[in-house]
């Protein structure tokens, strides 16, 4: 029905034509006393010429107006499956339809390149960065004074936003490094663990790490990046605190006693570029941790959620629950 009201509004000027002619032609038999009998014969008969017109025209309106809906939101990919132009008015249109798909084509070969660029150039600032922190951290390490401890920690976290960058720049290239095998989640806490150790002992953050006895299916090297910054957050807002790590079932649960996530932010914290009070009290939040986190986990079959309240911490729970492998 809808299609055929909208046929019907298509035609509505040639319709409103077709009935002033047929207006004038009775007129003329009325001025000639000619029988009305033969007037509407003439006229049915004329009548059924255009219904049956109309009706094959109908169908084959309807027919190309389905084609294109069926190519809508692909239309770039199927240009040759338009209908053929009927008309030098069709034919103009389909022309800037292809002068048009082309600019596109062109816009966005220039646009990957300059991404690819770009990628390729901080890449590789990533790994020279590296090289300066390495030298930096052997000079430090003879330095066991509170200012040598004080550097190696800034220092650290240089290292850490190094590492998260090129995290990110390695996700959002689509790269496919991932290797799906059996992880001993014991072993990536405990590496975890031992990496943030200087962290925690300078925060005073105790940590409790229970053991799990599990063992899931994922990629070790970015499970363990979504452990660190888990636990990265958790040094940062509860100084002075106690974080805790233990498992329900097949999901990691990573609480801390600090300052706790206002209730208004939660929903938004897993957002890209999202910090919340607590980044604005934070000056050197990026709001960058959480959503790799959440884009890490969804790469890799894993859940991710947060419940915290605010001036009593925060619990992080990684869903973990995918087929063991069973070794033979």
């Known amino acids: 029905m809808r299609?055929?009201?909208?046929?019907?509004?298509?035609?509505s000027w040639p319709l409103a034509l077709l009935g002033v002619c047929a207006g004038l032609f009775a007129w003329v038999l009325a001025l000639y006393d000619l029988p009305a009998e033969a007037a509407g014969y003439g006229g049915l008969l004329c009548l059924i010429v255009l219904l049956t017109a109309g009706a094959v025209d109908f169908f084959r309106w309807r027919q190309r107006v389905r084609l294109l809906e069926s190519i809508q939101g692909q239309a770039a990919l199927l240009l040759s499956l338009l209908p053929e132009p009927r008309n030098a008015?069709?034919?103009?249109y389909r022309e800037i339809i292809n002068e048009l798909d082309e600019d596109r084509r062109t816009a966005v070969s220039a646009l990957d390149a300059r991404n690819r660029e770009a990628m390729d150039y901080y890449t590789m600032w990533v790994h020279q960065i590296k090289t300066p922190i390495?030298?930096?951290?052997?000079?430090?390490?003879?330095d066991d004074t509170e200012r040598g401890r004080a550097l190696g920690a800034e220092l650290f976290r240089v290292e850490r936003y190094v590492e998260l960058a090129l995290s990110y720049?390695?996700?959002?290239?689509?790269?496919?490094?991932?290797?799906?095998?059996?992880v001993n989640v014991d072993n990536v806490l405990r590496q975890a663990a031992r990496k943030y150790a200087p962290l925690f002992i300078r925060g005073k953050v105790s940590l409790?790490?229970?053991?799990?006895?599990?063992k899931v299916l994922s990629d070790e090297k970015w499970l363990q990046l979504v452990v660190?910054?888990?636990?990265?957050?958790?040094?940062?807002?509860?100084?002075?605190g106690h974080v805790t790590v233990w498992s329900e079932g097949e999901r990691l649960l990573i609480r801390?006693?600090?300052v706790g996530i206002a209730p208004e932010d939660m929903p938004r914290i897993f957002e890209r570029g999202f910090t919340g009070y607590n980044g604005r009290m934070d000056k050197r939040a990026t709001g960058i941790g959480l959503y790799l986190c959440r884009e890490i986990c969804g790469k890799l079959g894993?859940?991710?959620?947060?419940?915290?309240?605010?001036?009593?911490?925060?619990?992080?729970?990684?869903g973990l629950a995918r087929p063991c492998l069973e070794v033979e």
């Open 134 to 142: 390495s030298a930096m951290g052997l000079i430090l390490q003879g």
């Open 208 to 214: 409790e790490l229970r053991e799990t006895g599990l």
């Open 228 to 240: 660190e910054q888990v636990l990265s957050n958790a040094v940062k807002y509860a100084p002075g």
């Open 89 to 92: 008015e069709e034919a103009a």
């Open 3 to 11: 299609l055929l009201w909208g046929y019907v509004k298509r035609k």
């Open 302 to 318: 894993h859940t991710i959620d947060a419940a915290s309240e605010l001036g009593r911490g925060t619990c992080i729970t990684i």
């Open 256 to 258: 801390d006693d600090g």
């Open 169 to 182: 720049l390695r996700l959002g290239g689509g790269a496919s490094d991932y290797v799906i095998r059996q």
